[in-house]
């Protein structure tokens, strides 16, 4: 128990986690005018990716199509910087904390190769449905709710219900 | 569990103070004395009859046509798939949605340009966005559009190009004189639900 | 007065250093809370650990008040703050399939950053199915456009659609969050999990 209160303490107090976490949303509202974000700077990726590797792909294809004409420059985009700032600010705290780690994260049930593909399936599921629900648990969701937004709400209930109801199935996972 | 119980009672009590004082609901983005008027000079408020037409013909969805004038003269004939806000109620909360909103453009009209201008003005002077006048009214549109005159042998070839574009448009949107009724149902009103007008301060997710 | 990109107090340039700025506070903040752990996030569908329960609700309320407190005081017009349209459809399906994703990678995009930031090679190879995905719905975008263009509902409030103000839609946001804390600390000490 010693041991789990130790690395608990390592860790902020949620509560207070919450706080600072909502602060930082206050800030990029009254500064910026709009909320925080993650899967938006995946697609400005994803599109200067094509752009630069297969202009004429991008050329005939409608998503980049219509998406170069409203954003001509998709990686001089608020939220790519903010994701960058994330990489930094992370860092810095997993280093201050001596979290900094190369290591796979797993349920001691399951191998690390296991663990492994589930990531890269859920990446794949989450980056699809992050460009069909137009934002991320931090961009939708989180974001979203802060503004009282419905359809924050409204996609924050369909992340974690669908989650909730399919828990059982993974739950080898996990536990 | 103490500091649980005063994280909860602060939020609790400010809760409590947010959901008791009424909504704030000012507009301070309005727009200046000196911005409105070099805005009005600039005329980038006007649609011309021509530009009109082509949104019209292809029933271009963006647009919004604002019928101005007293409900009589709206009854007798009105542009397709107009809407009467009579200047007198412009400003009823019965037709805020419809001037104050981000999703159209609306484009005022009526007889002349006059009563056109003046909701312009009003609506741009409490910063709505998306409001545009029709230049000239319907006097012009009729004179432009649904009966064009032909320009005369030795008009210069744009004249003739302007000339065959009025004509096709005529025809295309019913032309001749100002007999018909609108050709819509004048009295139902389109559905738009309410919406706050937002400024995109930067996309995404 | 707010938000000051919009009213010209800052260029748009010095917005993108804030972005970057406010980024960092971000990370931070989440990696501090834990976040970069999937295990962690995990845990609030088995009970064991209800940190993004706590924190991300916290975080909603904090920023609500906030926010309305602030446009009570006339410091920012939240009139024009972006709010996310909304398309019902896509906002449904597109949360389901998240659903999805999150129990079977344990992350988000957010935290999947934190965790790649400090050396997670899950969160990592979360990353690059998120690329993945992304790829695969931009290629086959004109299959889904127009399920992804149905619905559109503008940029309803919450408040709005259940004909309550901001201010006591707040409160109500914020009995429930209480409420699932309470549930959350509950469930925390009925199904412990070894930390690791």
Not at chain 3, 6 to 26: E, P, R
Request: net charge neutral.
């Amino acid at each position: 128990m010693e041991d789990k209160e130790k690395r608990a303490r390592k860790y902020l107090n949620p509560y207070l986690g919450g706080i600072l976490l909502g602060i930082v949303l206050i800030a990029a509202n009254y500064i910026s005018g709009r909320g925080l974000g993650a899967s938006g700077a995946v697609k400005s990726v994803v599109v200067t990716g094509v752009n630069t590797i297969v202009p004429e792909h991008a050329e005939k294809t409608a998503f980049y199509k219509d998406y170069n004409e409203s954003h001509p420059k998709p990686m001089k985009s608020w939220l790519v910087f903010q994701v960058l700032g994330v990489l930094v600010g992370a860092f810095i705290s997993g280093s201050i904390a001596g979290r900094l780690k190369f290591k796979v994260e797993h349920s001691p049930k399951i191998t690390s190769k296991r663990r492994l593909i589930f990531a890269v399936l859920g990446g794949i599921f989450f980056g699809f449905g992050s460009q069909m629900g137009r934002g991320c648990t931090s961009g939708s969701a989180l974001s979203g709710m802060g503004v009282i937004s419905l359809g924050g709400f409204i996609t924050m209930a369909a992340i974690f219900g669908t989650a909730f109801a399919l828990a059982y199935f993974f739950r080898k996972n996990w536990i | 569990m103490n500091s649980r119980t005063i994280f909860s009672l602060v939020f609790i009590g400010l809760g409590l103070i947010i959901a008791a004082i009424p909504q704030n609901t000012t507009h301070p983005y309005k727009i200046s004395a000196e911005d409105l008027l070099i805005e009005a000079n600039s005329r980038t408020q006007y649609f011309s009859p021509e530009e009109l037409a082509v949104l019209l013909i292809n029933k271009d969805p963006s647009i919004q046509m604002i019928d101005v004038r007293d409900p009589e003269e709206y009854e007798k004939y009105s542009l397709p798939n107009a809407i009467n806000i009579p200047l007198s109620s412009l400003l009823t909360d019965e037709w805020v949605d419809f001037i104050d909103q981000d999703v159209k453009m609306n484009i005022f009209y009526s007889n002349g340009s006059l009563k056109a201008n003046e909701a312009w003005l009003i609506t741009r002077q409490l910063g709505y966005e998306n409001n545009y006048v029709l230049e000239g009214g319907l006097n012009y549109w009729a004179e432009a559009i649904l009966n064009p005159e032909a320009p005369a042998s030795t008009s210069p070839n744009e004249e003739f190009a302007k000339y065959d574009f009025r004509k096709g448009a005529s025809m295309a949107l019913g032309g001749g004189a100002l007999t018909s009724s609108s050709s819509s149902s004048s009295a139902a009103k389109p559905k738009i639900t309410p919406r706050a007008k937002k400024k995109r301060a930067a996309g995404g997710c | 007065m707010g938000p000051l990109v919009v009213n010209g107090i800052i260029s748009a340039d010095t917005n993108l250093l804030m972005a970057f700025l406010i980024g960092i506070g971000f990370g931070f903040v989440l990696e501090g809370s834990g976040f970069s752990s999937s295990r962690k996030l995990a845990g609030v569908f088995y009970g064991y650990d209800t940190v993004v329960l706590k924190v991300f609700f916290t975080a909603a309320i904090t920023a609500m008040v906030g926010l309305l407190f602030m446009s009570l005081f006339g410091w920012i017009d939240l009139d024009l703050v972006y709010i996310n349209p909304t398309y019902l459809p896509s906002a449904i399906a597109g949360g389901v399939i998240m659903g999805v994703g999150f129990i079977m990678g344990g992350f988000c995009p957010g935290t999947s950053f934190c965790g790649l930031a400090i050396g997670k090679i899950d969160a990592m190879l979360f990353v690059a199915g998120l690329f993945v995905g992304v790829l695969i719905f931009t290629e086959g975008y004109p299959l889904w456009e127009e399920f992804y263009k149905s619905g559109f509902k503008g940029i309803p409030k919450l408040s709005e659609s259940l004909g309550l103000s901001d201010g006591l839609l707040a409160f109500g946001v914020i009995v429930v969050a209480l409420g699932m804390f309470y549930v959350g600390e509950w469930t925390e000490k009925r199904f412990p999990r070894k930390e690791y």
